[in-house]
């Protein structure tokens, strides 16, 4: 599946290599503890525009201010969360959405709330095995490289890039060129594999790197497009 003189992987996280056990049961938790009551089904059906749409450039969202701190960037998923629950309807005192949504921004950094799917270390095995390296490269929180040690499996990726830290997110070309200075390979010897054709196919491609799309779900299902497709990491086989 991989191309021949691939020498580095690039892996997004969510619905590529892991993800949130529940994101939004994290947001009903935090309320629950505030008296507040609201359910993932009710969260998951709100209209909710681009959360990152203030942020957005021609070449991709961009947040370099709210980069500079993990402070900063606490206060860019604490706005986000508030907009999350006003988009569901929930009416509260702003003191008492304030206290949930900074709950919520502690919670979402601890790693038991985090999974991997099982085909993750076998494939990252045998890449290892046959002299490729892995990095993970991903729209995501601040403390991912955290979570990815929590989990049991920093040592098997050179290096952990996460949008929070870098200032800009996927299909943004910085982040990518971030993650080819990291793994010292050039786009032709590095392929990137995500769940995303939008983010991680095309931002991929941006910067002359080949991409591996990864559905498990399906989403993509009867649709025609121009990159290899697969269900399972264990399609990756070198």
Request: glycine fraction near 8%.
């Amino acid at each position: 599946m991989l191309p021949a003189g691939t020498r580095t992987v690039l892996f997004d996280f969510d619905r590529t290599l892991g993800q949130y056990r529940s994101h939004y049961g994290i947001y009903v938790h935090a309320a629950a503890e505030h008296g507040v009551a609201i359910t993932e089904e009710r969260l998951a059906a709100a209209d909710l525009d681009d959360a990152w749409a203030r942020w957005m450039t021609p070449r991709g969202p961009e947040h370099r201010d709210e980069s500079a701190s993990e402070a900063a960037f606490a206060a860019v998923r604490k706005q986000i969360a508030v907009t999350r629950f006003r988009s569901a309807g929930v009416e509260v005192a702003d003191e008492v959405l304030v206290a949930i949504v900074e709950q919520i921004v502690d919670l979402e950094g601890q790693p038991e709330h985090f999974i991997l799917y099982d085909d993750a270390v076998p494939a990252l095995e045998r890449l290892a095995r046959a002299g490729i390296q892995s990095l993970v490269v991903s729209n995501h929180i601040w403390r991912l490289p955290e979570v990815i040690r929590a989990l049991g499996v920093s040592a098997r990726f050179e290096g952990v890039i996460t949008s929070a830290r870098v200032g800009v997110r996927k299909p943004h070309p910085e982040i990518f060129e971030a993650a080819l200075r990291l793994a010292g390979t050039s786009p032709a010897e590095t392929v990137y594999v995500g769940d995303s054709y939008r983010h991680d196919v095309l931002g991929a491609r941006g910067v002359g790197m080949a991409s591996i799309l990864i559905d498990r779900e399906g989403r993509y299902a009867g649709e025609e497009l121009d990159v290899p497709v697969i269900k399972s990491l264990e399609e990756l086989a070198p």
